[in-house]
């Protein structure tokens, strides 16, 4: 459901991806927890194992993936740490986002969108938290992740 619903937002304006983020927020916060935190992961594990392909129709994917995480990570559903984890060993094979540059470009967006709503202290703060290595998205070379660059 998860996945279906972040690919789906792929097709709409940002004000519908902004809903859906705050949608799977309310969700998983919930007294009764109709979402589950494990199974929003799950749904964004899901997410991230096609973004190679997604990327293909939809080149900005990696800024709608980023907009979803960025969220739900200010909304402290799901820790930096976590998503960070998620993104370095996403794609089709384990890792495989970070061997093709696009890993790099996800936790760049994510850590951008977490900047303008929280601004540098805000973003330093969830940085230093997270114990997260931002080297370690680095793509190999000949690929550049420019979004990534601006916070190492």
Request: glycine share 8%.
């Amino acid at each position: 459901m998860i996945s279906l619903w972040v690919t789906d937002s792929f097709e709409r304006k940002d004000a519908e991806r902004h809903r859906l983020a705050k949608l799977l927020v309310n969700l998983t916060k919930t007294h009764h927890g109709t979402v589950s935190q494990s199974q929003l992961i799950k749904g964004f594990e899901t997410v991230l194992s096609t973004l190679e392909d997604t990327v293909i129709d939809t080149p900005r994917a990696p800024g709608f993936r980023g907009l979803v995480f960025a969220k739900v990570i200010l909304e402290n559903v799901v820790s930096l740490n976590q998503i960070g984890q998620l993104i370095h060993e996403g794609g089709e094979e384990p890792g495989h986002l970070l061997e093709v540059g696009l890993a790099g470009n996800v936790l760049g967006n994510v850590l951008e969108i977490i900047k303008s709503e929280k601004g540098d202290n805000g973003l330093n703060e969830i940085r230093t938290s997270s114990n997260l290595r931002l080297e370690a998205f680095r793509p190999p070379d000949p690929f550049k992740s420019r979004i990534l660059e601006k916070f190492i």
